[in-house]
């Protein structure tokens, strides 16, 4: 049995109930995990969500007052799951290099930031936030420990540098998640213990193949599944769209079990 969640990230206020609806139709009774930008920018030109092109000020998700209507009843119904996902989800281009957000955030207040706004979608969508996703899914060690002193897990990718505070547990982490990734070509799956927090990585959405050989790989080694994807990607990319569908399809024909990324970090 496995448990499989589905991680979509870049929810922000431009965001659009009926193309969330209509995009995740064919799985509605699947529960996402919603990862949340909740004062975003324009984030357009880096290639991350369509929707804020033209957005010169942060736009504060609890504005768009139908799309907090809605999650507030998904997650009453526990029919979906909120993740926080930076704060406006911007970019920085540093001597000709592009950083993202939690790359090129090392002020001093780091983690007061993060707190704020993990008070602020908790009170807004009467939830408790736990989870943090960071923008990109790239984040600096400050940011780590920014995010750990307000005790939250972790979803993303590991780099191939190692940023997480310097602990025997966390280089055995490093290097179960890289030896896995060199030897059998997939990331490490199951949720690791660091110091402080948890962390869960969430593949991509590769191709049905791939995906199935992640499935059943996890299926061997009695660990859960996440997939990162991206609502504007699957509503304006039919194919990726269908991959998707289909894989779940599979998967919950061999006997998957549909979850959040929350409950997995629990």
């Given amino acids: 049995m496995v448990k499989l969640a589905i991680r979509d990230d870049d929810m922000n206020y431009f965001t659009k109930v009926e193309d969330v609806e209509k995009t ?110 960071a923008p990109s899914n790239k984040i600096s060690k400050y940011g780590i420990l920014c995010m750990e002193r307000n005790n939250m897990n972790y979803s993303g990718i590991v780099p191939l540098g190692f940023n997480r505070p310097l602990t025997l547990r966390n280089l055995s982490n490093y290097f179960k998640r890289w030896y896995l990734r060199f030897v059998d070509r997939l990331p490490y799956p199951n949720v690791l213990q660091y110091s402080s927090h948890k962390e869960l990585n969430a593949c991509i959405l590769q191709n049905y193949d791939y995906l199935v050989e992640m499935f059943h790989y996890c299926e061997k080694v009695g660990s859960p599944m996440a997939i990162n994807v991206h609502y504007w990607h699957l509503r304006d990319f039919e194919k990726e769209r269908a991959t998707l569908f289909r894989f779940v399809d599979y998967a919950m024909n061999h006997g998957a079990v549909p979850t959040t990324i929350s409950d997995l970090l629990k």
């Fill in 24 to 133: 995740y139709d064919p799985i509605k009774d699947f529960p996402i995990s919603f990862a949340v930008i909740p004062a975003v920018t324009d984030v357009s030109t880096m290639g991350a969500c369509p929707d804020t092109r033209g957005n010169e000020i942060p736009r504060y998700v609890g504005d768009n007052y139908e799309l907090t209507a809605w999650l507030k009843d998904k997650l009453k119904n526990h029919q979906c799951d909120v993740l926080l996902h930076g704060i406006n989800h911007s970019y920085k281009i540093i001597n000709g290099k592009k950083y993202a957000e939690m790359e090129w955030r090392i002020n001093n207040d780091l983690a007061d930031e993060i707190g704020k706004w993990k008070k602020y979608l908790s009170l807004l969508l009467d939830y408790d936030v736990n989870c943090f996703v």
